[in-house]
């Protein structure tokens, strides 16, 4: 590999790493849901369903229109290959990797279980909801009922007493998630989810860093020390240096300059895994969530990318520069725009809120995001396309999609 890289050239790296150099499936078969998680390492979870829910976009994105029955099949299984942990915030990984975030479990134990915390000042109620899942086995909040589940609101999100003990459970790993009914969790004793050599496999923290390193730099292709902290949220700065270290020193990591990452004012410092390929060429075409692992890290996706991204969920709508949840295009070998999108189920119609171009778009642009859009749209099963008038890339759009409707949206003005 080289030892100093365009900026092109690390985002040829980086998607060649997330799987972005390669064809899409035919037909994706659980062998491609499988292998393509294993690439990434982690499904990171959101609640929001305005289109999909940001789980099952990754696999979208990579290998076009699966069934997402087979994703839930996959995930919620009785004896599952993956297992919710907080891992990248929360997420799904591989079952197996349940010990290399002991650490972390043990590190919230510590910030959530101490002396004078919600948790130690009940645990009464976290006993008593321990027996239950102990006598009757995996359940919702809603099938646990407490005389103080009302009365005593805890601070997180105002959930009762009952969500609160389970949640604080599940932070330390004595419980694990069996399911979800929707998107409503079901909770079980960890035991009774997760195989016994699996629960009792105890990784170092050391060990389990410098393993959790190894693999955000493999995910990443090239990365700085701050991608390879955020991939999985590692805040202790002298053990992920100690571990860069160890691994460059293995081989496993190769020292590198890209030209134009800067840390006060001087080339930032970088490294590219042994694994690492530089492709020629990249040429993909995908509709990303904003929490696919190639833009997740908001910092890494303005150097890669020159992509500035704020989630404006939470934004009062009069301010709201590009809509309510917008989903980078990722084009060629560049993020060239993003489109609001919503899935209509009523009207059966897929509706692009709004669409927005990002610089150095090529001619192509408006074609191949048609075609991502169509997919999309049959993805969801949803028979029909609108496109607003909200944004410089919906006319395009329009033109292109001769198909699709047109429909307005209360628009205002970027205060930037």
């Given at each position: 590999?080289?030892?100093?890289?365009?900026?092109?050239?690390?985002?040829?790296?980086?998607?060649?790493?997330?799987?972005?150099?390669?064809?899409?499936?035919?037909?994706?078969?659980?062998?491609?849901?499988?292998?393509?998680?294993?690439?990434?390492?982690?499904?990171?979870?959101?609640?929001?369903?305005?289109?999909?829910?940001?789980?099952?976009?990754?696999?979208?994105?990579?290998?076009?229109?699966?069934?997402?029955?087979?994703?839930?099949?996959?995930?919620?299984?009785?004896?599952?290959?993956?297992?919710?942990?907080?891992?990248?915030?929360?997420?799904?990984?591989?079952?197996?990797?349940?010990?290399?975030?002991?650490?972390?479990?043990?590190?919230?134990?510590?910030?959530?279980?101490?002396?004078?915390?919600?948790?130690?000042?009940?645990?009464?109620?976290?006993?008593?909801?321990?027996?239950?899942?102990?006598?009757?086995?995996?359940?919702?909040?809603?099938?646990?009922?407490?005389?103080?589940?009302?009365?005593?609101?805890?601070?997180?999100?105002?959930?009762?007493v009952v969500k609160n003990a389970l949640?604080?459970?599940?932070?330390?790993?004595?419980?694990?998630?069996?399911?979800?009914?929707?998107?409503?969790?079901?909770?079980?004793?960890?035991?009774?989810?997760?195989?016994?050599h699996i629960l009792d496999a105890d990784?170092?923290?050391?060990?389990?860093?410098?393993?959790?390193?190894?693999?955000?730099?493999?995910?990443?292709?090239?990365?700085?020390?701050?991608?390879?902290?955020?991939?999985?949220?590692?805040?202790?700065?002298?053990?992920?240096?100690?571990?860069?270290?160890?691994?460059?020193?293995?081989?496993?990591?190769?020292?590198?300059?890209?030209?134009?990452?800067?840390?006060?004012?001087?080339?930032?410092?970088?490294w590219v895994h042994a694994d690492a390929?530089?492709?020629?060429?990249?040429?993909?075409?995908?509709?990303?969530?904003?929490?696919?692992?190639?833009?997740?890290?908001?910092?890494?996706?303005?150097?890669?990318?020159?992509?500035?991204?704020?989630?404006?969920?939470?934004?009062?709508?009069?301010?709201?520069?590009?809509?309510?949840?917008?989903?980078?295009?990722?084009?060629?070998?560049?993020?060239?725009?993003?489109?609001?999108?919503?899935?209509?189920?009523?009207?059966?119609?897929?509706?692009?809120?709004?669409?927005?171009?990002?610089?150095?778009?090529?001619?192509?642009?408006?074609?191949?995001?048609?075609?991502?859009?169509?997919?999309?749209?049959?993805?969801?099963?949803?028979?029909?396309?609108?496109?607003?008038?909200?944004?410089?890339?919906?006319?395009?759009?329009?033109?292109?999609?001769?198909?699709?409707?047109?429909?307005?949206?209360?628009?205002?003005?970027?205060?930037?």
């Open positions: 590999m080289k030892s100093t890289l365009s900026i092109p050239e690390a985002r040829r790296i980086a998607l060649a790493a997330q799987g972005f150099a390669r064809p899409r499936p035919a037909v994706a078969s659980a062998r491609h849901l499988r292998s393509t998680i294993e690439r990434m390492g982690v499904l990171q979870i959101d609640s929001v369903n305005i289109f999909a829910r940001s789980h099952y976009m990754p696999l979208f994105s990579r290998v076009g229109a699966y069934d997402p029955a087979a994703l839930d099949r996959l995930l919620f299984a009785r004896r599952p290959p993956y297992v919710e942990s907080w891992a990248h915030v929360a997420s799904f990984i591989p079952v197996g990797d349940w010990g290399l975030f002991g650490f972390r479990r043990e590190d919230l134990r510590r910030k959530y279980g101490r002396g004078g915390s919600w948790y130690a000042e009940n645990r009464d109620i976290v006993d008593w909801v321990r027996a239950e899942l102990a006598a009757r086995g995996p359940l919702r909040p809603a099938q646990i009922d407490h005389d103080a589940k009302e009365a005593r609101r805890g601070p997180w999100w105002d959930w009762d949640e604080h459970l599940f932070l330390f790993g004595e419980v694990a998630i069996a399911g979800r009914r929707g998107f409503e969790r079901r909770y079980a004793l960890a035991e009774q989810v997760i195989a016994s990784v170092p923290r050391a060990d389990a860093l410098r393993e959790l390193i190894a693999r955000a730099a493999r995910a990443y292709g090239v990365a700085t020390a701050s991608d390879l902290a955020d991939y999985w949220r590692i805040t202790d700065r002298p053990a992920l240096k100690a571990a860069i270290g160890e691994l460059e020193d293995d081989g496993v990591l190769q020292p590198v300059t890209v030209r134009g990452w800067e840390l006060a004012g001087r080339p930032a410092p970088a390929v530089l492709p020629r060429r990249v040429d993909a075409s995908a509709i990303l969530t904003p929490f696919d692992p190639l833009v997740w890290f908001r910092g890494r996706a303005e150097r890669l990318f020159d992509f500035e991204y704020r989630i404006e969920i939470y934004t009062p709508e009069p301010k709201r520069r590009f809509g309510y949840y917008s989903l980078p295009v990722l084009v060629g070998d560049d993020v060239v725009g993003r489109v609001d999108l919503k899935a209509d189920r009523a009207a059966s119609t897929l509706l692009v809120q709004s669409a927005w171009w990002e610089h150095g778009r090529p001619d192509d642009a408006a074609a191949r995001l048609a075609e991502e859009l169509r997919l999309a749209a049959a993805w969801r099963g949803l028979e029909r396309i609108s496109v607003s008038r909200w944004g410089d890339a919906t006319d395009d759009l329009a033109d292109v999609l001769p198909e699709a409707a047109r429909h307005d949206v209360r628009t205002f003005a970027a205060q930037v």
